[in-house]
């Protein structure tokens, strides 16, 4: 990349958490990089993100004017999807599938369960019109509509008071400009309520899939709109100018205006994040299989990298509802640090899903909370100190925790808060594993061959504990852990994914028909990446293929990026094989194979994060205290240990505690750790006679 297209000055990543806000803030010179965490305030986020950007603007003796980037990761549109707390919005389909939401898949939401309910339509059926606008495979069209008839549909959802408008027309992804043009001219008549096209959004095959994308889109673009607005007020009244980029739920990031356009894109941005950045720490430490392991103030998510490239999903589930668009594949598998601890009714100790989050928080944070949380566990068996949460920007309550974990003890009959949280934190522990084991399973993979690396205010706590429980031998701390989504959303490139269904049978035909499909797709992507700005240099191209033999219901993504751009059918049809192969066991040679979605991801590489290296020392280092901490029911003599202080090539046993500004590591017995030159520090279980 040339210099002028450099950044002339700072970048900084932003996560926002429904408990933390964390900033990690690259200067302009490459000197060391800047941490921060900012309470989330949840009524207003954006309240939050500018006053914790101009106190870590602060703290890296910066001004707001020096800031050149802005980079943000954000679980704003997930939380909105999950609490069904959107906007109004409404549905125009294809006459004669009004019931689209309804029937979804016609699937029972449980064999097992007669009184499981189904989920509840996004849409409600009285907000969805109906219009004559039809497309067949080819993108033909056999029905228009007319003027007055769209006048019409606008005038119904002008009455309705909507916020926000989808428009889904059968095999509509066969013809997205066409139906973009019907959109256009439904807003034309609706000057407030914004008006998109599923087509547009999403162009792939399977109506219900494509209308939930286009939903989604609507259901969270306005509060969205909102959000980036009340954010660029906030920016500018405090004398920031920076370009703000949003990370996506690819791992990439883009321009504030696409992300308005496709809020959807960005539902999985924060957690997209760490992954990406944890692979990139991965590869430079020499891991090449790693499971992330981010535990924030709600919940832990996992998810599996192998040979330095993260797992993408090109189907997730959002609330319940399935989402088609690519992601990096992110699993929830338990409880965060702002989890709930309690007792059921038959006296079974649980520990969430219900979370503290931020306001009023666990019991120890002295805002109103009265029901203890895993934070508080922590505290009260002495793995975090009181006094230094937040770099002791931030005290903790002990007593309050303490007092509050008596009462689940009394509960299930133990004898004190100590156990009680002890308890809490085993049963957290193996809710993870087991979730752990179950993700792993469904791959064929086993822990034992992997490394954890874990991020979030409580994965480096908690990560020793998952670690042992699972079987896995190693553990890699990053330095900045704690503001680790942060970091990775101040290192993402550019990327964005482009989709077309083909659904033909694999020939030569269909095969140049393929080569000239992403050949189109790859020239929509560098137009995308030209029209974001200057802040890529190289752009890269990844290419695939949706695939399947004849009759089955499902298809596996194939990527072609080591076949030539025009490759043959024999030579797609061998990568097919080969993919089939891996995952399932066999081979078909006989049986015909058919093409159903071209995918192409176009990345902008952005200019590398600089990292310094930590200061190399061959002696001991020296504990800068000891405190009791309750592990394996018992209490331990633990060291503890200031991570700034250590140096590279310094090792040391446990039991230890590792405390730093952002998160707090804790080292179990018969384990050993040591730091290496980029600061990382490597936890490994000793090897027993």
């Known amino acids: ?381 002495g793995l975090i100190d009181p006094t230094r949460f937040l770099g002791g920007r931030m005290q903790l309550d002990r007593d309050a925790a303490k007092t509050a974990l008596a009462e689940v003890a009394a509960r299930i009959g133990l004898s004190d808060a100590v156990r009680a949280a002890a308890g809490a934190l085993e049963v957290a522990t193996a809710g993870m594993a087991t979730e752990l084991f179950k993700t792993l399973a469904q791959r064929g993979l086993d822990p034992a061959d992997f490394a954890l690396v874990p991020f979030g205010g409580a994965g480096p706590t908690h990560a020793n504990f998952l670690a042992e429980e699972a079987g896995i031998g190693r553990v890699i701390i990053p330095p900045s852990a704690g503001t680790f989504c942060a970091l990775g959303a101040v290192s993402a490139d550019l990327r964005r994914d482009f989709v077309r269904s083909l659904r033909v049978a694999l020939d030569g035909t269909s095969a140049k028909r393929l080569a000239e499909t992403l050949a189109a797709l790859a020239e929509d992507g560098r137009a995308w990446v030209a029209a974001e700005g200057d802040l890529a240099g190289s752009v890269e191209l990844s290419r695939a293929v949706d695939m399947r033999y004849g009759g089955q219901a499902y298809e596996l993504r194939v990527r072609l990026d080591h076949l030539s751009e025009t490759p043959s059918a024999e030579d797609v049809a061998e990568a097919f094989h080969r993919e089939h192969e891996r995952v399932y066991g066999f081979r078909d040679p006989s049986a015909p194979i058919q093409l159903t979605t071209a995918r192409l991801a176009v990345i902008g590489r952005t200019p590398p994060v600089h990292i310094p290296t930590v200061a190399a020392a061959d002696d001991k280092p020296a504990p800068r205290d000891h405190r009791p901490v309750f592990l394996r029911s018992d209490w331990h003599e633990a060291a503890v240990y200031d991570r700034h202080a250590l140096r590279a090539g310094q090792s040391f046993v446990g039991p230890a505690v590792v405390e730093q500004e952002d998160t707090t590591v804790i080292v179990l017995p018969e384990w050993s750790a040591s730091l290496d030159e980029a600061g990382n520090l490597h936890l490994t279980r000793q090897v027993r006679p």
């Open 1 to 381: 990349m040339s210099e002028t297209m450099r950044a002339p000055g700072a970048r900084v990543g932003i996560d926002v958490g429904g408990t933390f806000t964390d900033f990690v803030l690259a200067p302009p010179d490459g000197s060391a990089l800047v941490y921060y965490k900012e309470p989330s305030t949840p009524d207003d986020p954006a309240r939050a993100v500018v006053q914790g950007l101009v106190r870590c603007v602060g703290k890296a003796g910066l001004k707001p004017t020096d800031v050149s980037l802005i980079l943000h990761g954000t679980t704003i549109g997930l939380n909105a999807i999950i609490q069904r707390a959107g906007a109004r919005i409404g549905l125009v389909v294809t006459t004669g599938f009004r019931d689209i939401l309804e029937i979804a898949r016609s699937r029972m939401p449980s064999s097992f369960d007669f009184h499981a309910s189904k989920e509840e339509p996004l849409v409600p059926r009285d907000r969805i019109f109906e219009i004559e606008a039809r497309f067949d495979p080819h993108g033909n069209p056999t029905r228009r509509p007319s003027a007055s008839e769209i006048a019409a549909i606008a005038q119904q959802i002008a009455a309705a008071g909507l916020d926000a408008v989808a428009l889904v027309t059968i095999n509509g992804y066969s013809a997205p400009d066409e139906e973009a043009k019907i959109a256009a001219a439904l807003q034309a008549h609706l000057p407030n309520t914004t008006v998109s096209s599923a087509a547009r959004i999403w162009p792939e095959i399977r109506e219900y899939e494509r209308t939930l994308v286009a939903c989604l889109n609507a259901y969270i673009q306005p509060m969205m709109e909102g959000y980036f607005a009340r954010l660029a007020k906030g920016l500018q009244e405090n004398g920031f100018g920076a370009q703000v980029f949003v990370t996506a739920s690819n791992g990439g990031s883009m321009s504030l205006e696409s992300a308005v356009a496709r809020p959807v894109e960005t539902i999985l941005s924060g957690p997209a994040s760490g992954v990406m950045a944890a692979t990139r720490l991965a590869s430079a430490a020499g891991a090449s299989r790693i499971i992330t392991f981010d535990m924030g103030g709600t919940s832990s998510d996992i998810a599996v990298a192998s040979g330095g490239e993260p797992e993408f999903a090109t189907r997730t589930e959002i609330g319940g509802l399935p989402l088609v668009l690519p992601v990096v594949a992110v699993s929830a598998i338990g409880a965060g640090g702002g989890s709930i601890i309690w007792v059921d009714d038959h006296g079974v100790l649980k520990v969430g899903p219900h979370s503290a989050g931020a306001d009023p928080g666990p019991v120890s944070y002295g805002r109103g909370g009265t029901r203890p949380a895993v934070t508080d566990a922590y505290l009260v068996t």
